[in-house]
């Protein structure tokens, strides 16, 4: 497992970095997404319970505002995900992406497991999102890696910047939405959702729905993408 840490100020693009790293290990490389909060135009499961969350493997999860599930110390569920979820996580071939403020906010047991931390900065229009990768949890010139940029039109519609996200019950077995571990491929949030029983299947019809809606074609004509 890789852990990644998404950090910056409300506003600064966490939740957008996140959503635009889902997108392209899922459109590039066929990967399998996760996600505690609701996509569009990306097929994925939606986690909505620690059970759904211990039972994922193989792939990329989003965790928006992940630390509400793990900030309080004195809450059962705390307990649970940070001792069992978090060291299981990393025999299950999965690469966890959380958004948080302010790494101390987060159980220090989380931020010293992280990898690698990611901190976006939108240009004043926010049309084009800078993102700095470090090593671990430290901010400085000796961990730096690299810098991505990407556009951020077509991903703004990718996901509901005005979700708040739900944390999950202290029982596991609670969901907090019925669509909690389905596999999900929803056009916009004004259109149903569409479940799939396989992978394969809402790969294939997200694919189609690419070539048939040309959403993307825009933006590689005017070189944005």
């Not at 966490?14 to 066929?30: D, H, R, S, V």
């Not at 978090?86 to 989380?110: E, F, H, M, P």
């Amino acid at each position: 497992m890789t852990l990644i840490a998404i950090i910056g100020s409300m506003g600064s693009g966490k939740t957008l970095t996140q959503t635009y790293l889902l997108w392209k290990q899922w459109f590039a490389k066929g990967g399998k997404i996760y996600a505690n909060y609701h996509l569009y135009k990306i097929p994925y499961m939606f986690v909505g319970s620690l059970r759904t969350f211990n039972s994922i493997k193989e792939g990329f999860f989003g965790g928006d505002e992940l630390w509400l599930n793990a900030d309080a110390r004195e809450h059962k569920l705390a307990k649970i995900f940070v001792t069992n979820t978090l060291a299981r996580s990393r025999k299950r071939g999965l690469t966890i992406y959380y958004t948080v403020q302010l790494l101390d906010t987060i159980d220090k047991r989380i931020k010293k497991v992280t990898d690698f931390t990611a901190v976006p900065q939108l240009n004043v229009d926010e049309t084009i999102c800078k993102v700095m990768f470090f090593r671990t949890t430290v901010i400085k010139p000796a961990t730096y890696m690299r810098t991505l940029y990407f556009v951020t039109e077509p991903v703004f519609q990718m996901y509901d910047t005005n979700e708040e996200v739900v944390p999950w019950p202290e029982d596991e077995n609670q969901s907090t939405y019925p669509e909690d571990g389905k596999i999900i491929f929803q056009e916009d949030k004004n259109s149903p959702m569409k479940f799939f029983n396989t992978w394969e299947e809402a790969n294939e019809y997200a694919y189609k729905w690419y070539d048939k809606s040309k959403f993307l074609e825009k933006f590689i004509k005017s070189g944005q993408i």
